[in-house]
């Protein structure tokens, strides 16, 4: 399948958020969110097509996992850890932006640096090792109980954050103190769930798109003054996920690594949190979940049958759910553009209930 397929293609996708953005703009009277938007494509597109001769000067190439399809051993030793040309300008971006005050901003950079850190670390120990595996999963979710935990005990000591969940219809539940741990859990899960759908080239990228650009559609129809600066940041974070998604695209020139993943999940449950977008978040964020499920399922179904009967079985062939598609014979890039549209499909309705 080629560029030009008649599913969904990258020239789609951005040609769709693209005018999202553009209505957005228009409907408030800011040219700005536009602006910024193409700007953020443009640094995110430029600075990816340069960095990668630097990544692969350094020799920082993707080691394909053993247990995975077979397909994926011809992707070796592309350049990897691509996150270095996206979440630099999300922080350039923070820095520049005027948000709430400076501690707020300050907890929100160490937060975002602290999961990008992380990811950095797991990439380049994997590296290192010559194989697909970097910090010990313990380890990894430990560091990241501790950031977000440091994020949202700031928060909540702060009244920054809304005990109270706003679901369909303006229909609020209050959770009280347990607004923390929930908070938290979003946080880490939507990191890993992100870090999940990082298996086929663009798929990530492109989700990751789509899901801020309906979190910045949303925070404006909330028509709260005091978050429209998030709107911003995600229109932003639309451009540069679609910038690096240009190389990142089947065939991928250039992998995002946990240190993209990661650090981008992080940021969609921060920014979830802090502008209480939980409801619209959890639709939007559909092909992240799925692609979750289908690892929970999985092992859950295996260690249950392995204890009835002394013999492990599977739901799936293979999961993240993407590689069972990728068994049954469905090319990757099919598969990729399916999941976008499929995303499109959530945002729209997100946005229309």
Known sequence: MTGKSKIFNYN???????FITLINSISINNKYIFFLYILSFAASAI????????????????TIRTEGPSLHFNKS????????????FFFLIISSVSIISFKFKLAFFITILGFFLIGFLDDFLSIKNQMNLGLKSKEKLMLQVFVSTFFVLF??????????LILLNDLTISFKSLIVPISIITIIALSNSVNLTDGLDGLAAG????????????ILLSNDKNYLMFSVISFCMSGLCLGFLKHNKYPAKIFMGDTGSLTIGAIIGVICI???????TFIISGIF?????????QVSYFKITKKLFKKGKRLFLMTPIHHHFELKGIKEEKIVEIFWLINIILLIFSIVM
């Open 12 to 18: 789609v996708l951005i040609t769709i958020i693209s």
């Open 47 to 62: 600075s990816t097509k340069y960095g990668i001769k630097f990544i692969q000067k350094l020799n920082l190439l993707q």
């Open 77 to 88: 030793n592309t350049p990897t850890m691509g996150g270095i040309f996206i979440i630099p």
């Open 155 to 164: 928060l909540f000591k702060n009244n920054l954050i809304s005990n109270n």
């Open 207 to 218: 989700c990751s798109s789509i899901v801020f650009c309906g979190l910045g559609t949303e």
């Open 274 to 280: 802090i502008t209480n977008s939980f409801f619209t």
């Open 289 to 297: 979940i799925i692609e979750t499920l289908s690892v929970i399922l």
